[in-house]
């Protein structure tokens, strides 16, 4: 089972606690995967500053093969946040950095390289959606974050994303059951074959083009056990695609009603265990911490 992380990555920087952590959709579902027992790698644009070199650090640290990512001259990106309540609540962002303004380029060698993994994740936050066709044409399963904002779920950047991904990731918190539903039925209308709407407190939802299959959420009875909901819905993802992935799920085997469910308790208990970690993955390093190399 090989799980690939495509894209984006950030420094998550939390402002009441004064601390930087690693992040991004693709490295924290690359990171995940790999603790759910898959071979993972990340594959994106690091920048050449120290940030860059510690965030890579800390990917390869938890095992995410990081040998086929560029080093391109630029920052970091950096997104600012601070915990409520237990809640992440974004403060904004430096833009995404090199990451960002100088993406990747999928160009033979890589397409190669990703032709071996099983699933590759990517996001909105990527700017890969021009290259998504020569993706797919790899064969590699496709899970796509849409995030939460209301751009990336007009008629028309669906129209343009959902057929070149197998599964799309929604976050869904914000809205009532009939809502949610409709939402994760137009997506799929679109062309995604699953649609994951994940819901915090309230579980998470699927439409698999026949039924919307529901699951509670895996609450704490402990509140002092809670850090932060920073990287749920990646965990979630991350837990759902590899229980798939080990029940034979590829594109000419889609999954059965009994692997859905297998996957939807296998992502509420990866997301319970997420709020207890801070941020994504931890790796914390304090603002006042000596100057890091650059790698």
Request: charged share 20%; net charge negative; glycine share 10%.
């Amino acid at each position: 089972m090989r799980v690939l992380g495509l894209g984006d990555n950030i420094i998550d920087r939390f402002i009441d606690r004064q601390v930087d952590y690693p992040g991004g959709n693709a490295v924290n579902v690359a990171v995940f995967a790999r603790r759910h027992g898959a071979e993972s790698a990340y594959l994106g644009v690091f920048g050449d500053d120290e940030l860059a070199g510690f965030l890579r650090g800390c990917l390869e640290a938890e095992g995410v093969d990081t040998s086929y990512s560029q080093v391109k001259h630029g920052p970091t990106g950096i997104s600012r946040l601070h915990v409520v309540d237990s809640d992440r609540v974004f403060l904004g962002w430096n833009g995404g950095g090199v990451t960002v303004s100088d993406p990747l380029e999928l160009d033979a060698e890589l397409l190669a390289y990703i032709s071996g993994f099983d699933l590759t994740h990517s996001s909105v936050y990527s700017g890969l959606e021009s290259q998504l066709a020569a993706l797919r044409e790899t064969n590699t399963l496709v899970s796509f974050d849409f995030s939460s904002e209301p751009e990336y779920r007009s008629t028309e950047y669906l129209a343009r994303v959902a057929p070149l991904v197998d599964l799309a990731l929604i976050s869904c918190g914000e809205l009532p059951p009939e809502q949610a539903d409709a939402l994760l039925r137009s997506i799929h209308a679109a062309g995604a074959p699953l649609v994951l709407g994940t819901c915090g407190t309230a579980g998470s939802r699927l439409f698999d083009g026949t039924q919307i299959l529901t699951h509670p959420a895996h609450l704490h009875q402990d509140p002092t056990q809670l850090r932060d909901t920073m990287g749920c819905g990646d965990a979630a993802l991350a837990g759902f695609a590899t229980s798939l992935l080990a029940d034979g799920w590829s594109r000419r085997r889609p999954p059965t009603p009994e692997a859905l469910r297998r996957g939807l308790e296998r992502a509420a208990e990866a997301a319970k265990v997420q709020c207890t970690v801070e941020a994504a993955f931890a790796h914390p390093r304090s603002w006042r911490d000596e100057t890091l190399p650059v790698r």
